[in-house]
């Protein structure tokens, strides 16, 4: 399976706290993406971050990536009650039809 | 959701019955995929299809079979449904690379599935 992990698979933080989530990734990349899912909804694009990058900002998300540890994490800083989801890595693979491999997901609850 | 709907968003079927879900898509998109999504798996790769009759296995696939004959439509078919097909469903669609490198997915609501 290319199927990645992620670091915690829960976190509870308090609002105002930054919460960081950890993925592992299996395979070479050209890109790492990060996705966000409400509770009982599809998944939403968050952010790319590419190969070739170290670090990338969105707002008040800040995406990492370690090639040589094929590690990404993910920071989100003053986090509001409304980030409360899940999120989830996802790496490209490499055949015809564009698909993703995605991450086990870590459950992020802000208290307010 | 990106102009993707699925159908049913809910079921309740029994053991050995068939079962079809349906993707909907009105971006045009070439490529559409079916994710089954269960606590701890996250979510993972059933079938995909890069193309007008043409579709291929992902990583979970026994028990499973799609069709696809038209851009828009992207069906998940279980045979003969059985209780560890009991999950959540979501359809998701991409474009082509283009002059952005990269592609992104773009998910529908799901279809909560429960097999009795």
């Known amino acids: 399976s290319q199927q990645g992990e992620e670091d915690p698979q829960a976190l509870s933080i308090q609002e105002g706290e930054n919460a960081t989530m950890n993925c592992s990734y299996k395979t070479s990349i050209n890109n790492l993406q990060w996705y966000r899912q409400n509770s009982g909804r599809g998944l939403v694009h968050l952010i790319l971050i590419r190969s070739n990058e170290r670090e990338k900002h969105s707002g008040r998300l800040r995406v990492t990536l370690d090639t040589s540890k094929k590690s990404s994490s993910l920071l989100i800083t003053a986090s509001r009650a409304a980030d409360t989801a899940s999120y989830f890595c996802a790496q490209p693979g490499t055949g015809t039809g564009n698909q993703f491999y995605f991450g086990t997901g870590t459950s992020l609850t802000v208290i307010p | 959701d990106a102009g993707i709907t699925q159908s049913p968003r809910h079921k309740v079927t029994e053991t050995g019955t068939p079962v079809t879900l349906r993707c909907h898509q009105t971006?045009?998109?070439?490529?559409m995929y079916w994710y089954r999504q269960d606590p701890g798996h996250g979510l993972r790769l059933i079938h995909y299809?890069?193309?007008?009759?043409?579709?291929d296995k992902g990583e979970v696939s026994d028990g499973y079979s799609v069709s696809r004959s038209k851009t828009e439509d992207f069906l998940l078919t279980l045979e003969s449904a059985t209780s560890s097909q009991t999950s959540v469903y979501f359809c998701?669609?991409?474009?082509?690379?283009?002059?952005?490198?990269?592609?992104?997915?773009?998910f529908g609501p799901g279809t909560r599935l429960t097999v009795l």
């Open positions: 971006e045009n998109h070439r490529y």
């Open positions: 998701a669609i991409s474009d082509s690379y283009g002059t952005r490198g990269y592609n992104e997915q773009f």
């Open positions: 299809s890069y193309g007008v009759k043409d579709t």
